[in-house]
């Protein structure tokens, strides 16, 4: 067990990160990878492990202009760490509520979590864009690359739109997962090793299928390269860059990503009247209140419309009043008689 004869732990440093991510069996790569980068960061500062930490760390990430998502990101990986510590009796005398009280006075915000996320209305057209554009003819070496590149991004997009799936999770899938197009319903491992279904509409199929066909590689990856790396999976960022191509073409907001397939889906179902679990469920989300949190505007948009369309005003209100009370008397009336 690591003690405090093992590591120095006065200030954030390489060989306390180290062993932290070591001990760290619960995190994606992922989620690892970006840890690590946030405490390198908190290390090259040399950061001291005080009731202050969170607030200089975060001053720091905001002087370096990080992304408030990247921010979030990293100050979780210091509070990870901070709670490991604690776990392992590295912290003496150290409060953690203390530190965190000293980040929100600092940040003027009474509460952190996570943000709502604004859905481009016109996301379902970057699908529309690639199953529009037309296919070459399989004549030559470039025009059968072309032609793969254009059916493969047909099913990115169907993919990512049917399952709400994680960017991570869409280029990790393999063909024999999908069954070359033949299955609705894909096991994955996902976010923190978490095991969870992801489902595929029958058009999000039929375009795997037709992108499966033409294919004659061995690469078991469903989502491969045509051209320079032919063969390699599909990274992320090359799945970021065929969504933000068609975009860029269509003149669509900067907000439209990989990830806003699943912030348009989830809003979509919300608003269609799916129960909050059931979104729940189909994101991946470990716990409702993520859900609820994020999302919890569409639930309001909802409901607002539900009281625009159901809701009585006053005057209707004792209009209807009235003709209740003389449907009564006039079955009174009936009975008397």
């Not at 790569?29 to 405490?39: E, P, S």
């Not at 900067?254 to 979104?279: C, D, I, K, W």
Request: with cysteine; net charge positive; charged share 25%.
């Amino acid at each position: 067990m690591t003690s405090k004869s093992d590591l120095p732990t006065d200030q954030v440093n390489d060989a306390l990160v180290q062993a932290f991510l070591a001990a760290l069996h619960d995190a994606s790569d992922n989620t690892r990878a970006a840890y690590k980068a946030g405490l390198a960061l908190a290390a090259q500062a040399k950061l001291t492990i005080d009731e202050d930490i969170l607030r200089r760390f975060n001053a720091l990430l905001a002087q370096r202009k990080f992304a408030r998502a990247t921010r979030q990101l990293y100050l979780t990986a210091l509070r990870r760490l901070l709670q490991w510590m604690d776990a392992h009796d590295l912290l003496d005398g150290f409060n953690r509520a203390k530190a965190e009280a000293r980040l929100k006075v600092a940040r003027g915000d009474a509460r952190a979590g996570y943000r709502h996320r604004a859905v481009d209305p016109d996301l379902p057209r970057v699908i529309a864009y690639y199953d529009e554009l037309p296919l070459p003819e399989p004549s030559n070496k470039r025009s059968i690359c072309r032609r793969l590149e254009i059916l493969r991004n047909r099913a990115i997009m169907h993919t990512l739109y049917a399952s709400a799936g994680r960017v991570s999770e869409v280029a990790a899938l393999t063909r024999a997962q999908v069954a070359d197009g033949r299955a609705g319903e894909v096991l994955i491992t996902g976010k923190g090793n978490k095991q969870r279904m992801l489902f595929l509409t029958p058009e999000a199929q039929a375009a795997i299928r037709a992108y499966c066909a033409e294919r004659d590689d061995p690469s078991p990856a469903l989502f491969i390269s045509h051209g320079r790396n032919k063969g390699q999976p599909l990274t992320r960022m090359s799945i970021w860059r065929a969504v933000k191509r068609a975009a860029a073409a269509l003149g669509l907001s900067r907000a439209v990503s990989p990830h806003a397939f699943r912030h348009y889906r989830a809003t979509q179902l919300l608003n269609e009247g799916m129960p909050l679990e059931s979104v729940q469920a189909y994101l991946g989300h470990a716990s409702p209140e993520t859900t609820r949190i994020v999302y919890a505007h569409t639930r309001t948009s909802v409901l607002r419309d539900q009281l625009n369309t159901f809701g009585l005003s006053p005057r209707e209100a004792l209009r209807h009043r009235a003709v209740h009370e003389d449907e009564r008397a006039r079955r009174r009336g009936e009975r008397e008689e």
